[in-house]
């Protein structure tokens, strides 16, 4: 007797049907997405505060930072900054040394459901190099910050780690936890707004 398969899809919120092996463009919802990453944990949770710093929230300062450094990219990209770690809200968000020992299956899955939430939103389903390598600027700098202020971290470690940011990057950020519900909102506006602008 044949095997049944095992089961490679999830139920979203919105009543979509996420084929995680095999995800297409037409079953991804951004109202899906911000509601997974409002409630996905960085840092395995480990930071100070009453609520968990989101990938959601993490996602809005990348895409602030990549607006500060980037000033001229067009709309388009800076929605690919904020989408960065979309696929988080299924897969949900691993330390880097997690992903390391995962190894190759979780980039694949990782990459798959990129190129979906990418061409669902309009943008081509693989970046250009310069884009991606801006917005992992723009990501470890948000990492510089996240240590420094909510992770623990003192600023000579987080130096070490992802480098020593410009001051006139980081200027008057400031790390601040709230409600899923608002990091939610937020993020689906600040979608909406780009894809107006696109």
């Known amino acids: 007797m044949p095997k049944t398969p095992p089961r490679a899809w999830q139920r979203m919120l919105s009543g979509r049907r996420l084929d995680l092996l095999d995800p297409t463009p037409v079953d991804i919802e951004i109202a ?3 509601h997974g990453l409002a409630f996905v944990a960085r840092w395995n949770g480990q930071t100070i505060g ?7 929230e993490h996602s809005l300062l990348v895409e602030a930072l990549f607006g500060r450094m980037y000033s001229q990219a067009p709309a388009k990209w800076r929605l690919a900054a904020l989408l960065h770690d979309a696929p988080e809200y299924v897969i949900g968000d691993m330390i880097s040394p997690v992903k390391a020992a995962v190894g190759a299956g979780y980039s694949a899955l990782d990459d798959r459901l990129t190129a979906a939430i990418h061409l669902r939103f309009g943008l081509p389903a693989q970046i250009p190099k310069t884009i991606k390598q801006q917005i992992k600027r723009a990501d470890k700098i948000s990492a510089w910050l ?8 003192s600023k000579d470690e987080a130096d070490k780690f992802f480098g020593k940011p410009a001051d006139e990057t980081i200027e008057g950020l400031e790390i601040s ?4 519900s608002d990091v939610r909102r937020d993020y689906t506006s600040r979608c909406n707004t780009l894809m107006e602008m696109i």
């Not at 936890?177 to 899923?180: A, D, F, K, S, Y």
């Open 146 to 153: 996240e240590a420094t202020q909510i992770a623990g971290f």
């Open 177 to 180: 936890l709230r409600p899923p």
């Open 50 to 56: 009453d609520f968990a710093y989101s990938v959601a």
């Open 32 to 34: 899906d997405i911000a």
